[in-house]
C-alpha cells in the first residue's frame, strides 16, 4: 500500500518530466520582466489569500534581485489566471532567515514552484524551471486537479481533531516526503507507536519509517532501528540514491531540529551521523561532520566560536587540500579498491586510469573548491570585517578561488571587498576592474560592479 500510493504520486508527477528535462538550463543572463513584484512578503501572501479564499502560487527562491522565475514568455492569458484565481507572488529568501515560515517548513534547494490551498497547505511542488505558456498551464491543472482529492490540509485538519486512523498517518506522512516537507516528528510518532513489533522487522515497514525523517537517535529513529542486523542489511541492498535520499532527509531534518530547539549537541550528533554516512571516504566524511556544527553557529550569529571554527575549517578542509586529493579518495571509492599500508594509494595502471578520470571531472571539483572557499571568504566579510588577521586568512583563500576560477567577475569582487577592508586600496580597485570586465554580458550586475568601484575610490565601502 505504501510503496503502491508514492508510485502512484511519483507517475502522476512524470508527465512533467519531458518538458521539465526542455527547459531545466541556467537562467538567461538578460533578466525578462517578471510576472509580479519580487520579493512579496509571504505572510501578507498567507493572508490575502485567507481573506480571499483563494489558493496560492508561489515561486520560491534565494537567487538575486534579477531573478527570472520562467524561461520563455507567459500570455496576458496565463497571467490573468494566476492573478485572478490564485494569490500569486515570488518570495525571494534570506539564506540566514533560518525562521521563515517556508525555511521551517520545506527542504530548500534550487528554486521552486508551490500551490497550496488558502491556508498555505501545499497541493503541488515543483523543482525545476518552468518553460513558459504551456508548463504553467498544465502545473494549474493538476493543482486544481489535486485540490479536490484528498489533500494534505484535509488530512492535517482530520488530524487536528484527533482523528489517529493510521491511513491517514499514513498519507500525511507519504505527502511530507512528496512535497519535501520537514516530517512532523508528532504524527511520526503517532504512526509507529500503532506498529507491533512484527511491522517494525518488516522491510518495507522499515524503509518506509526511515524515509520519513526521524530525527536522529530520537525515540522513533530508535524503534525504527529495532532490528539492526535487518537494517544494516536495507542499507547494504538499497540502491545508491535511495539511501542517499533516507541519509539527507534524516540530516535535514534533525539539523532542523537542532535550530528549532537552540541544540548545538544536536548539530555535532548530526555531523557525526553524516560523517558515517561517508565512512568509505574520510575526506568527504570529515567535511560533513565539521560543517553542521560550524553551520549552526553561523546561523546563531555566535561571532567568536564561528570565526574560529572557519578559519579552521576552510583551511584545513578545502585551501590545503587540492581538487585532485578529493578526487582520488573519490575514485578508490567507485573503483572499489582495498588500501593497504604496505603500497601507495594506486598502482600504476590504476593511476594512469585515475588521470584520464580525473582529467573529465576536473572541471567539477575545481569548481566546489571554489565555491566553498568563496563562500568561506564571504562570511568572513560578514563576521569578521574589521578584524586584519582573520581577513588575511580570507583573502589567501579567494586568492586560490581565482586561480581555480579566474573568469568569475563575483570572485574578484569579493577579493576586491577584502583587500578594500585591509587598506590594500590599489589592490581592491585593480581586482574590482576585473569584476567590472567580467560582469559586461549582465547589464544590472555591471552597473553594480561599477558602483562598488566607485565607493572604493571614494573610500566609502
Known sequence: MIVNFIEMMEQFYLKFVVLAFLSFSIYPAVA?????????????????????????????????????????????????????QFVSGIVQLNRDDFNHPLYRTFHMNNPFYLFTDKDGMPLLRWDKTVDGELEIERLIDSATTLAKAETLGKLTAQYRKGMRQQAILTKMLQYYQTFGQYTDQQVLNDYIAQLTIEQLNNFETVVFLLNCGPVYNSKTYLLARTNGKMVDSLYSTLPLPVRKKINNRIIQRTFREALNKKDFSLAQNIGYFAYQTWTSNYLRGTNSQDFYPLEYKRLMKDTVTYIQMARRYYNDRFYQVAPDSLARIDFIQDRQIKLSRNRPLLDSAQHADFKQWFGKGRHYYEDDQARNLHYGAQQILVFARNNPDVLFDAIRWQTKVIELKPDVAQYHYTLALLLYRVGFYAQAETEQQKAIVLSKSNKEYHKEMQAALKQMKSRLL
Open 32 to 84: 525578462q520582466q517578471a510576472m509580479y513584484p519580487q520579493n512579496n512578503d509571504y505572510t501578507h501572501l498567507l493572508e490575502r489569500a485567507a481573506q480571499e479564499n483563494k489558493p496560492m502560487f508561489l515561486v520560491v527562491h534565494q537567487r538575486g534581485e534579477q531573478f527570472v522565475p520562467f524561461k520563455g514568455t507567459v500570455s496576458k492569458k496565463t497571467k490573468d489566471i494566476l492573478d485572478t
